[in-house]
């Protein structure tokens, strides 16, 4: 058999075996949603989260054969499947949030979608933002102004975790001031205005470390992203409590009127 031969051959039997991998890895995916039409007790769902856990772990560790990107947008559909199942979620909560995203974006850390759904999940439902920001900073070591486009949205989401979840203001300032320069590398208003708005924060912060402002204008932001029903108005309440106004237009956008104190 010749070299190329040889060479075919083993990429085949690669790949069939990362097929076979990934196959048996979607059965217990497929045993959890048989068991979801039931009513399923906390004891059964729970042995459903320990066994998904391992799951992550093995796919955290496997070797890829070359389809980072494909178990990493696999994953992100388990993920969406997860979080998005509230009856269960109501019942265990929400701790295998970051272990699906440290697979996702170990796998592909330029994966762009994937950090507003770490950020809501793991931040806010999960109750992890130190876990959130570390994947973050581990991640943003991967990216760049231009890789992949308009990254800057990482380091805004990593300042509103700094700032809504941990209060850490001066972080979150360093993160809102890289965003503001990242995106200052693109010529279009969406991007102008994630310049605007990241240096009217930073400026809220400079001003007044505690500001009320900065912290609705962080919560804007994650309005702004078409968030589930659910996360929106967790986020409008989170406003409300800080003085701000949610006005709804006709046509679906957000208004935010700020206190007249910050």
């Known amino acids: 058999m010749s070299a190329l031969s040889r060479q075919s051959v083993g990429a085949s039997f690669a790949i069939c075996l990362c097929m076979l991998g990934v196959g048996l890895l979607q059965y217990p995916r497929l045993q959890q949603l048989l068991n979801s039409k039931q009513a399923a ?3 059964t769902l729970e042995r459903e989260i320990k066994l998904e856990k391992k799951r992550l772990n093995l796919l955290n560790q496997m ?26 979620r109501a019942k265990t909560g929400y701790s295998l949030s970051p272990e699906y995203f440290e697979v996702i974006l170990g796998r592909d850390p330029r994966f762009l979608g994937a950090y507003l759904g770490m ?49 850490d203001s001066q972080a979150a300032k360093q993160s809102f001031i890289s965003a503001a320069n990242w995106a200052s590398n693109y010529p279009d208003d969406e991007s102008k205005n994630i310049v605007h708005i990241s240096q009217k924060t930073v400026n809220f912060l400079e001003s007044n470390p505690n500001s009320k402002n900065a912290r609705i204008s962080s919560w804007v932001m994650v309005l ?3 968030v589930d029903e659910k996360t929106r108005k967790r986020v ?19 208004r935010v009127i700020l206190p007249p104190k910050d």
Not at 67 to 83: E, G, P, R, T
Not at 119 to 136: F, G, N, R, V
Not at 237 to 254: D, F, M, Q, Y
């Open 224 to 226: 702004n992203n078409q």
């Open 119 to 167: 950020s809501t999940s793991t931040s806010m439902y999960a109750a992890m933002p130190e876990k959130s920001i570390e994947l973050m900073e581990k991640s943003l070591k991967f990216l760049s102004p231009e890789v992949p486009k308009k990254s800057y949205y990482v380091w805004r989401y990593k300042g509103i975790d700094e700032l809504l979840f941990l209060g």
């Open 41 to 43: 007790s906390v004891e």
């Open 63 to 88: 070797p890829s054969f070359g389809y980072d990107n494909l178990i990493a947008d696999w994953v992100y559909l388990n993920f969406l499947q997860y979080f998005g199942d509230e009856e269960a």
């Open 236 to 254: 409008i309440s989170e406003i409300e409590a800080l003085g701000g106004k949610v006005i709804t237009t006709p046509e679906g956008n957000h």
